[in-house]
Each structure stands twice: as C-alpha cells, then as structure tokens.
C-alpha cells in the first residue's frame, strides 16, 4: 500500500472553517463511494489554524490521473468541490487552480 500526503488552506474565517469541519461530518455517500471505487483505502484529514493536511493510504488501483479523469465525469463530486471551495483557499505559490497539493516526505523513521 502507498502513502501520499496532501495539504491545503482554508479561508482563515473560524465560521467558514467550523462550517467546512461540519461538512466532514456529514460527506456524502456518493463522495465516499467515489473516494473508495478510486483506490483509496484510508483517508484522513488534519488541521491546525486554517492548514489541512491529508493522509491517503491507497492501493495498487489507484493513480491520480485516473481519480482526476473520474471525478471530472462525476456531477456529484463536481457539486462537492465546488460547496468545499467556499471554504478552501490556495497555498502560496501553487499554480493557479490547484487545490490539495502533494507534500514530499523528507524524513522517515
């Protein structure tokens, strides 16, 4: 199984960001069964102040070329993104329209 690891900003609005943790609470079945059906086994989501930070285990399955092809047919998670990007802001210096952005691992015990 691969790891990949992700961060974000939210917009630096505590309502915006209670309001963003309370969707995460509540996702909807067809964003999990899309989350599932792409490969991805374990999905998590840290935060601190308004910075995200997601963990994906995924298996052999996965590619993010393919769950960035089957999302973009998905009306469904079309509809979540857009709803989440209310909340969610770019990080500096990322190219315009990307949203969750890779990290590269630098240190391993």
């Known amino acids: 199984m ?9 917009k630096d609005d505590p ?22 059906s792409s490969g991805i086994e374990n999905m998590q989501i840290y935060r601190f102040a308004n910075r995200l930070f997601m963990i994906m285990e995924v298996n052999k399955k996965f590619s993010f070329e393919k769950k960035g092809i089957a999302d973009a047919g998905n ?7 857009e709803l989440m990007w209310n909340y969610q802001q770019a990080i500096p210096g990322v190219k315009a329209g990307e949203k ?10």
């Not at 009306?75 to 993104?81: A, C, D, L, R, Y």
């Open 2 to 10: 691969d790891r990949y690891c992700l961060t974000l900003d939210l």
């Open 100 to 109: 969750w952005v890779l990290m590269n691992k630098i240190f391993e015990l």
């Open 15 to 36: 309502k915006l960001i209670a309001e963003y943790e309370a969707w995460h609470q509540k996702v909807w079945p067809e964003i999990i069964h899309s989350i599932r």
């Open 75 to 81: 009306s469904k998670v079309q509809e979540w993104e």
